[in-house]
Nanobody, 124 residues
Framework: QVQLVESGGGLVQTGGSLRLSCAAS????????MGWFRQAPGSERATVAS????????YYADSVKGRFTISRDNARNTVYLQMNNLKPEDTAVYYC?????????????????WGQGTQVTVSS
């Protein structure tokens, strides 16, 4: 069982930045692939980014490429999502997720553990 706790969400103006963090409870964090997902009201959950166990392979949704960066610190059992040049359409609840895997799963249904989510609101 892995507990995930997201933090760092908030209200920001268009063009601003936020950094989300997701702390994992598991000491074997380095054997887990991690992903960030988001869900806006009335929309399905969407993949934002994913990263493999060692951080060498990353994936980004087209909508966030060049603006968002996923990274991880295995010594701190934490994965991050740096979000720059935020747009109103980035407004959503952001979730981190974990899967015990050496690949970088990209679909939400491939992940086993989920955090409670953190709200990101971008005002125009």
């Amino acid at each position: 069982q892995v507990q995930l706790v997201e933090s760092g969400g908030g209200l920001v103006q268009t063009g601003g930045s936020l950094r989300l963090s997701c702390a994992a409870s598991k000491d074997t964090f380095s054997t887990y692939a991690m992903g960030w997902f988001r869900q806006a009201p009335g929309s399905e959950r969407a993949t934002v980014a994913s990263i493999n166990w060692i951080g060498r392979n990353t994936y980004y949704a087209d909508s966030v490429k060049g603006r968002f960066t996923i990274s991880r610190d295995n010594a701190r059992n934490t994965v991050y999502l740096q979000m720059n040049n935020l747009k109103p359409e980035d407004t959503a609840v952001y979730y981190c997720a974990a899967r015990k895997s050496y690949s970088d799963p990209r679909r939400g249904d491939e992940y086993d553990y989920w955090g409670q989510g953190t709200q990101v609101t971008v005002s125009s």
